[in-house]
C-alpha cells in the first residue's frame, strides 16, 4: 500500500469516455454512487474500496451537468461516533459545483424526529442539494502583479447586497458573480482606490433550520455546504455548472482591473451542525472522520459555536482543506484567503491549539500559495482560542486590539494617547516577532458582523428586532456613541459630527501602520439602522444602498482622496516596524532626525509626563525618511486646541494635505516650522513637511532660526 494517499483521484473528473468518481469514507461497509436525472430519477452504481478508505468507479457516459450524490452504509452505532445512514443522499465533499437547496420540512435528520440515536431510514432525494459534475475549463486571467500587504487597500463586500440595488447594473445582473463584474461597479472600486475586494463567503452554503423556521435565510454565508463550488444563487444562468464559469469571468474581470480577489472561507465548522442538526454531506460520510467528537463520540465537540468543527487533526481532512485551497487559487484564481474561526484550524487530535499544526505547516510552505495571502480571524470560542499574535510571519491577522481602541478614543472612552500610538506605529506589541512586519495586522474598525461606521456613531446600542431574536442576538460590547441622538435626525450639527467621525475613523485605519480594511459602504454611510448582526436579513437593510447623499458623496471622496495619499507615499505605509531610528542620507550624515516620533503640539517631542497624562486628547505621529516626511495629528477633544508646529530640523515648511474639518477650519498655504495653529475639535489633519536633506541644508536653517529668534524673541522654533 502507498503511504501517501492519492486525493487527485477525488470527486468527479471527466473523461474521454465518462466521469470518474472518488469519495474517502475509510469506516464504510459499502459506498453507492447515485446519478440523479430528470424528475429526481435515480440509477445506482456501486463503488469498489482502494487503498487509504477510497471508494471509486468509473461510469461511461457521464457528461458534464450531471447530478449526483452518494449513499453511504455502515454501522449505526452514535456511541462510536458512527452516523451511517444509506437513506440519505450525501454531497460529494470534493463536488465542483452544488444544484437545488435544502427542504427543512423534508427528511434531512439521519434521526427520527425526537431521538438523535435512532436512525430514520426514508429517502432523502429530493429534499437534499446534489452535487454537480463539472467540466475543466481555462483559469481566470492571473493578476499582472500580486501586491504586497504593504501596498493593499482591502474592500470587504458581499457578492449579492453589493450590486442588488445598483442603479447602473441590469436588473437581471444585480446580486451576482457578473453584477460584481459590470463595468460601472469595478470603476467605482478603482476610483475609490481599494486594491482587493474580500468577498463574504462564496464556497456553496444553505440556511440553518432555525433561520428558515423564520422565514428568513442566511445572508452572510459563514454555513459551508462545499468547500470547491461557489455558491449557485449568485449565478445567473442556472446551477449546473454555470456558477463555475460565471465566478471565473468575475475574476479575470477584477483582475483586468487590478483588483485581487480574496475570499472569507470556513473551513472550521460545515452547514450540518451538531449531530441533531441536517445530515446533508460529512457527516453522512463519516461523522468521527471529519468532525471533532466529544469523549464518549456521541456529541459534536464545538470550538466554534456553530454545532460542529471540522477535524483537522485528521490527516485526511487536512488534506481537503490543502487541496479546496489549491483548487481556489490554481483554477479559479483568487489571490487571499481570510479564515473564519482560523484557530479551530490549527487544534490537535487533544483539540488543543497548536501553530505547529501539520495543517498550518503545509499552508505555510505549500509552492502553491506562493504570494497569495493569508489572513487569519485568530480566534475561536474553544479553550484556548484566543491566538491573536501568534501566527506567524507568513500571516496577517484581524487586530480586534486595533477595532476596540480606535472606537474607544474618538467616543472619548480611554485616557491619554499612549495605547492610540501603539496601534498607529502596527501594534508592535503584538506583531513585532518572528520576523514579522506591520500588515500583519489588519486595520479594522467595523467588519460585516457589528455595526456599520455610520451606525457606530449614530447608535448607543443594537436594534436587532428584525432578527426575530427578541434583540438578544449580536454584541452589546459596540464601543458606539449616537452623538446626543439615538438614530436617524434632522439636526444638522449632530450629522455634521457625525459624518466627521466617520471621517476620523476612516482616517485612523488607513493612516495606521499596518493594512486597512473597509467594509463596503462605510465610505458614504450605509446604515443597517442599528442592526449589529444582519446575518440573516437578505434584503435592503443590508444591500448596499447606492442613493447617497450630498454629505456622505463629501465623506466618499475625501476617503477616495486620502487612499490616493496613502497610495503616492510608501512613507504611509512602511514595511517595517519604526523605533525611532535616526534618518541618515545617502552620504552618510545624520539629519537629525528620525524615522517615527511622537508630537506633543507644545515643546516639541512627546515627554514622559505627556505620555502619562490621561486627560491628554491630542497626539502628533511624525514618521520621516530621507527625502519626505509627514506630521498627522489625531485629535479627539471635543474643543479646539493651539498648537505650535515643530521647527528645524523636523520640517522647513508644512503643507495640509488632507483633514477631516470643515474646509473653512484650517489654512491653505504653506505653514512655517514653529508657526501656530489651531486643531479644530476632533478632527484629523495630515501634514506634508518639507525636510532638509543634507546637513549643510539643515545647518543653513538651524542658523536662519537662530537669527529669527534673535530678532523676533517671543516666536518658539526649535522642537
Not at 203 to 226: C, D, I, Q
Not at 370 to 390: H, M, N, R, S, T
Not at 560 to 565: Q, R
Not at 699 to 704: F, G, I, N, P, T
Request: charged letters at 20%; proline letters at 6%.
Amino acid at each position: 500500500m502507498n503511504s501517501t494517499p492519492d486525493t487527485s483521484i477525488l470527486g468527479a473528473r471527466l473523461v474521454d469516455d465518462g466521469a470518474l468518481f472518488g469519495l474517502w469514507a475509510p469506516r464504510a461497509t459499502g459506498v453507492t454512487l447515485t446519478l440523479v436525472h430528470d424528475r429526481e430519477q435515480q440509477s445506482d452504481v456501486e463503488m469498489e474500496l482502494g487503498e487509504h478508505g477510497i471508494w471509486s468507479v468509473h461510469v461511461p457516459g457521464v457528461l458534464a451537468g450531471q447530478r449526483y450524490g452518494y449513499r453511504v452504509d455502515g454501522a449505526w452505532d452514535p456511541s462510536q461516533g458512527s452516523r451511517f445512514n444509506p437513506a440519505r443522499l450525501l454531497v460529494d465533499p470534493y463536488a465542483r459545483a452544488v444544484s437545488g437547496g435544502v427542504d427543512f420540512r423534508g427528511p434531512i435528520l439521519d434521526h427520527i424526529p425526537g431521538d438523535d440515536y435512532t436512525m430514520d431510514e426514508t429517502d432523502s432525494i429530493g429534499a437534499v442539494p446534489l452535487s454537480v459534475v463539472v467540466e475543466q475549463s481555462p483559469a481566470p486571467t492571473p493578476m499582472a502583479r500580486r501586491r504586497p500587504m504593504a501596498e493593499s487597500v482591502i474592500h470587504e463586500l458581499h457578492v449579492r447586497g453589493f450590486t442588488k440595488s445598483h442603479p447602473l447594473v441590469p436588473e437581471h445582473l444585480r446580486g451576482s458573480y457578473a453584477g460584481l463584474a459590470y463595468p460601472d461597479v469595478i470603476a467605482y472600486l478603482k476610483d475609490l482606490g481599494v486594491t482587493a475586494v474580500e468577498l463574504l463567503p462564496i464556497h456553496h452554503f444553505v440556511s440553518e433550520p432555525f433561520v428558515v423556521a423564520k422565514g428568513m435565510r442566511n445572508y452572510w454565508g459563514y454555513n459551508t455546504l462545499g468547500f470547491f463550488a461557489p455558491h449557485s444563487f449568485y449565478a445567473t444562468r442556472g446551477n449546473r455548472g454555470s456558477q463555475v464559469d460565471e465566478f471565473k469571468d468575475m475574476v479575470s474581470a477584477l483582475h483586468e482591473a487590478d483588483i485581487e480577489v480574496i475570499l472569507d472561507v470556513v473551513y472550521n465548522h460545515t452547514a450540518e451542525g451538531g449531530h441533531a442538526g441536517p445530515t446533508l454531506s460529512m457527516r453522512g460520510i463519516d461523522h468521527h472522520a471529519y468532525y471533532r467528537l466529544t469523549n464518549d463520540k456521541r456529541n459534536d465537540y464545538d470550538v466554534t459555536g456553530c454545532g460542529n468543527s471540522v477535524d483537522t487533526s485528521e490527516p485526511m481532512v487536512a488534506n481537503l482543506v490543502i487541496d479546496s485551497l489549491k483548487y481556489w487559487v490554481q483554477e479559479m484564481g483568487v489571490d487571499g484567503f481570510r479564515f473564519d474561526l482560523a484557530t479551530t484550524l490549527l487544534r490537535d487530535e487533544h483539540h488543543h491549539v497548536v501553530h505547529d499544526h501539520p495543517l498550518k505547516v503545509a499552508m505555510d510552505n505549500h509552492p502553491a500559495f506562493e504570494g497569495v495571502k493569508f489572513i487569519a480571524e485568530p480566534w475561536d470560542v474553544g479553550p484556548y482560542g484566543y491566538q491573536l499574535g501568534a501566527f506567524g510571519p507568513r500571516w496577517s491577522e484581524w487586530n480586534d486590539r486595533f477595532r476596540d481602541h480606535v472606537r474607544d478614543y474618538w467616543r472619548g472612552a480611554v485616557p491619554g494617547v499612549q495605547e492610540l500610538a501603539t496601534r498607529l506605529s502596527g501594534s508592535p506589541d503584538i506583531f513585532d516577532n518572528s520576523g514579522r512586519t506591520p500588515q500583519a495586522s489588519v486595520n479594522l474598525v467595523t467588519a460585516h458582523d457589528g455595526f456599520t461606521m455610520h451606525d457606530l456613531v449614530s447608535y448607543d446600542v443594537k436594534k436587532n428586532l428584525a432578527n426575530g431574536e427578541s434583540n438578544r442576538d449580536g454584541t452589546d460590547n459596540n464601543r458606539s456613541w449616537n452623538h446626543g441622538w439615538e438614530g436617524a435626525t434632522d439636526d444638522d450639527e449632530i450629522n455634521a459630527l457625525r459624518s466627521r467621525q466617520v471621517l476620523n475613523l476612516m482616517a485612523t485605519q488607513v493612516l495606521a501602520q499596518g493594512t486597512p480594511m473597509l467594509v463596503a459602504g462605510d465610505e458614504f454611510g450605509r446604515t443597517q439602522l442599528g442592526n449589529n448582526n444582519a446575518y440573516c436579513q437578505d434584503n435592503p437593510l443590508s444591500w448596499v444602498d447606492w442613493h447617497i447623499a450630498p454629505r456622505w458623496q463629501a465623506v466618499r471622496d475625501r476617503v477616495a482622496n486620502l487612499l490616493e495619499l496613502r497610495a503616492a507615499h510608501p512613507l504611509l505605509r512602511s514595511d517595517r516596524f519604526l523605533y525611532h531610528s535616526e534618518v541618515i542620507n545617502a552620504h552618510g550624515e545624520n539629519l537629525r532626525r528620525v524615522d517615527l516620533t511622537w508630537m506633543d503640539g507644545d515643546q516639541g517631542q512627546m515627554g514622559e509626563d505627556d505620555w502619562h497624562d490621561q486627560s491628554r486628547r491630542l497626539l502628533g505621529m511624525y514618521t520621516s525618511d530621507e527625502s519626505d516626511a509627514f506630521l498627522t495629528w489625531f485629535h479627539s477633544g471635543a474643543d479646539p486646541v493651539a498648537i505650535t508646529l515643530p521647527g528645524v530640523p523636523w520640517a522647513k515648511e508644512y503643507t495640509i494635505y488632507w483633514h477631516s474639518a470643515e474646509d473653512n477650519e484650517l489654512p491653505t498655504g504653506p505653514l512655517e516650522p514653529g508657526s501656530p495653529l489651531v486643531v479644530p475639535g476632533r478632527c484629523t489633519i495630515v501634514m506634508r513637511a518639507e525636510v532638509p536633506t543634507t546637513t549643510a541644508e539643515l545647518m543653513e536653517l538651524e542658523a536662519a532660526a537662530a537669527y529669527s529668534i534673535d530678532v523676533e524673541p517671543s516666536t518658539k522654533v526649535f522642537g
